[in-house]
């Protein structure tokens, strides 16, 4: 009952205009941020501790309503992925072309702003991708969320040992693979790295994968257009990782900071970047 409550849902929002479903997720954005104290104190100490720390302009009530439209983005394009890539502006589509077609796979990264979920439709059109994701614990709920990722050329794959193995492999074949790099890993699959300011326990993953792979690294953002009117994608290839664990942790931290300032207003704010995973060590100075 619950799947098929949740697929109504789904369908109805699927059926407005974009600009109509951004507009619930702007309402759903406040709601949460009205009716929740825990949920207002985190998105609060996120925005306004990343925002001065590198002074930009604060809109918090901005990024409230954007944190809904991050939602309701994200189901639109599940359901609408035709009329989703038909919205899409690109910008330094060329730097992908060169660094795919050069034999060691390409490490697609794109964090939780604004349209992301755009990103990996937009890469498979023309090459296969592999894409890691988190499963969620209740059975039926995953399975909905998998359907509504379905989409040609693309196959996602959980975060464990089997999706790390399929990811391997789309590298050795020359094929792509995508990271949400702003993700907190489980315990012992990262390290404490500076992130606005304050230690974030940060996946090695990417690293890992793109040197054992000499594979090129891009990061993705796909900013969210006013009105309804869609997203615009940018592209930047980054620097190779360093070796050192610590390092690379600290330069896609960095990465992901320059890539939250195309566009702060349209990241997952009240998402516990800070938080202490189970079986991790202790972050520094605790």
């Given at each position: 009952m619950r799947k098929f409550l949740l697929n109504l849902v789904l369908n109805g929002l699927a059926a407005l205009p974009l600009a109509a479903a951004q507009g619930v997720g702007a309402f759903l954005g406040a709601i949460a941020y009205l009716g929740s104290s825990k949920y207002r104190r985190l998105f609060r100490q996120n925005y306004l501790a990343a925002t001065t720390q590198n002074q930009l302009p604060k809109n918090l009530w901005g990024a409230i309503f954007g944190s809904g439209m991050l939602l309701t983005d994200s189901l639109w394009i599940w359901r609408n992925p035709q009329k989703a890539l038909n919205l899409i502006e690109v910008f330094n589509w060329d730097i992908v072309e060169r660094a795919i077609n050069g034999d060691h796979g390409l490490l697609m990264m794109t964090p939780h702003i604004g349209g992301f979920e755009i990103m990996p439709r937009m890469l498979a059109q023309r090459h296969k991708a592999t894409i890691l994701?988190?499963?969620?614990?209740?059975?039926?709920?995953?399975?909905?969320?998998?359907?509504?990722?379905?989409?040609?050329?693309?196959?996602?794959?959980?975060t464990n040992l089997y999706g790390v193995r399929q990811m391997t492999r789309a590298l050795t074949r020359g094929e792509a693979i995508g990271i949400l790099p702003d993700q907190v890993p489980s315990g012992g699959e990262g390290v404490w790295a500076?992130?606005?300011?304050?230690?974030?326990?940060?996946?090695?993953?990417?690293?890992?994968?793109?040197?054992?792979?000499?594979?090129?690294?891009?990061?993705?953002?796909?900013?969210?257009?006013?009105?309804?009117?869609?997203?615009?994608?940018?592209?930047?290839?980054?620097?190779?990782?360093?070796?050192?664990?610590?390092?690379?942790?600290?330069?896609?931290?960095?990465?992901?900071?320059?890539?939250?300032?195309?566009?702060?207003?349209?990241?997952?704010?009240?998402?516990?970047?800070?938080?202490?995973?189970?079986?991790?060590?202790?972050?520094?100075?605790?």
């Open positions: 994701y988190r499963p969620v614990r209740q059975h039926w709920l995953n399975e909905v969320v998998e359907a509504g990722r379905t989409f040609p050329n693309l196959h996602f794959v959980p500076n992130f606005f300011g304050r230690p974030a326990y940060t996946t090695t993953l990417p690293a890992k994968l793109a040197n054992r792979h000499k594979s090129p690294i891009i990061m993705f953002v796909a900013k969210r257009k006013p009105c309804g009117a869609g997203w615009v994608i940018s592209a930047k290839q980054l620097p190779p990782f360093p070796e050192d664990s610590l390092l690379a942790a600290t330069a896609l931290n960095q990465a992901i900071e320059e890539a939250i300032q195309v566009a702060p207003e349209q990241f997952i704010w009240a998402y516990n970047r800070f938080k202490h995973p189970s079986g991790a060590e202790l972050p520094p100075n605790k």
